[in-house]
């Protein structure tokens, strides 16, 4: 009776935590840009301490045509993240933008323009579930800014087209992997 007791309760555990996979501890959602800064606080983001700053700082002189952000900490350990900052610029200040793009990650950010609707600034592609990339639309003068982390494809919140091609299951990406902040 004593052994049975220690394995019915290890029983109720493992059934108890395998319903609870789904479960959201906290989560959070900004739309609006006077929100913007709450990003920066957000925990649990892989790569966070180096790879943040695809962001630019604030967006208080900038004209955002699109902000969201949604952040929810489950169970596992990393939360799932969908971030997407689209910013307008004016001629001068595209350029400067796109300068301090090509300059990050002490010019080792990728660029791509063969996975991407547009040309892309990348950092971190599928590595452990995680993504972070810029998106230059050059005839908009518009930077789309993206944070993926451990998001399926079909419940991203924004436009889909915005995805790499590529894209799996909670943001693994079948085609590349890869961490310009980290050796493999």
């Known amino acids: 009776m004593r052994k049975s007791i220690p394995i019915l309760l290890c029983v109720v555990l493992i059934f108890s935590l395998c319903g609870c996979?789904?479960?959201?501890?906290?989560?959070?959602?900004?739309?609006?840009?006077?929100?913007?800064?709450?990003?920066?606080?957000?925990?649990?983001?892989?790569?966070?301490?180096?790879?943040?700053e695809l962001f630019p700082e604030t967006v208080s002189e900038l004209t955002v045509c699109e902000f969201y952000c949604e952040w929810e900490r489950g169970i596992v350990g990393s939360a799932k993240v969908e971030l997407l900052?689209?910013?307008?610029?004016?001629?001068?200040?595209?350029?400067?933008?796109?300068?301090?793009?090509?300059?990050?990650?002490?010019?080792?950010?990728?660029?791509?323009?063969?996975?991407?609707q547009y040309p892309a600034y990348v950092s971190v592609l599928g590595n452990m579930n995680t993504n972070y990339y810029a998106l230059v639309d050059e005839e908009n003068q518009t930077v789309h800014y993206l944070l993926l982390q451990l998001v399926n494809a079909e419940n991203v919140d924004f436009d889909q087209a915005y995805l790499p091609a590529g894209y799996g299951e909670f943001g693994a990406n079948q085609e590349l992997d890869f961490n310009v902040y980290y050796d493999a």
């Open 21 to 52: 996979e789904g479960l959201t501890f906290e989560h959070k959602t900004f739309t609006q840009a006077d929100d913007y800064s709450g990003i920066f606080e957000l925990t649990e983001l892989r790569y966070s301490e180096v790879a943040m």
């Open 85 to 116: 900052l689209s910013v307008q610029y004016e001629a001068a200040a595209f350029t400067a933008e796109t300068d301090r793009l090509k300059a990050l990650a002490d010019g080792k950010i990728v660029y791509d323009t063969q996975h991407f």
